[in-house]
């Protein structure tokens, strides 16, 4: 059943790196079968109050946690099944915990009307949990993210190579997730076949 609700923060807030994770395809709004999975996904702005965002030390993503008084701008994701939690759990992997957290939607445009009631939604995200002393003290960058580090998440393998290889060993996707199992959905680019079965 499709009535997951999470929070992120970082990579997963680019639908190309979201698709890559939960599909196994980047592009899976231009095809005619994983369009329909990643049309049931509605993706709003949103803000999670009382944590801090902060670049990890040598790598391109970032981790939260919990900081009084500070806030993260992030989406809010509705519509995601059991199997894609699992996939995104490997994603994360060990130095994450998925937790529950409330969160304050935004308005498309990522605005909140200073007339208006404020909207608050339960969703789960990915809290840091290695160790503070791996994360810098200056903020995560979206924007430096989206125009110095995307290349790397997008077209490549290389960071998605826990989750493909979680589904190798299981043979498919056993969450009972969106139906189509033992499917190959990537397509091949530069010679690589993307191996994910949703």
């Known amino acids: 059943m499709a009535d997951r609700k999470a929070f992120f923060y970082g990579t997963l807030m680019v639908r190309e790196v979201l698709y890559r994770v939960c599909y196994g395809d980047e592009r899976a709004d231009k095809d005619p079968i994983l369009g329909l999975l990643a049309a049931s996904l509605t993706i709003q702005p949103a803000i999670l109050h009382d944590y ?4 990890v030390l040598n790598v391109d993503y970032p981790g939260i946690a919990p900081q009084k008084g500070h806030t993260v701008r992030g989406t809010y994701v509705t519509g995601l099944t059991d199997a894609d939690i699992w996939r995104l759990d490997h994603f994360e992997g060990s ?3 998925r937790r529950d957290v409330q969160v ?3 308005k498309k ?4 009307g200073a007339k208006e009631k404020l909207v608050y939604a339960d969703a ?7 160790g503070e002393e791996h994360l810098e003290e200056r903020e995560w960058d979206f924007d430096e993210f989206r125009r110095e580090k995307m290349h790397r998440w997008v077209g490549s393998r290389q960071e998605y190579e826990e989750v493909d290889e979680a589904l190798a060993r299981n043979g498919h ?3 009972g997730g969106r139906g189509v199992q033992n499917c190959s959905y990537g397509r091949e680019s530069e010679g690589d076949v993307l191996k994910s079965a949703v």
Do not use: N, S
Not at 52 to 55: D, G, P, Q, V
Not at 109 to 112: K, L, R, Y
């Open 109 to 112: 445009d990522g605005e909140v």
């Open 104 to 106: 304050q939607l935004l």
């Open 95 to 97: 130095e994450y915990e």
């Open 124 to 130: 789960e995200t990915y809290v840091y949990t290695a």
């Open 52 to 55: 801090c965002r902060h670049r």
């Open 173 to 175: 996707d056993q969450t």
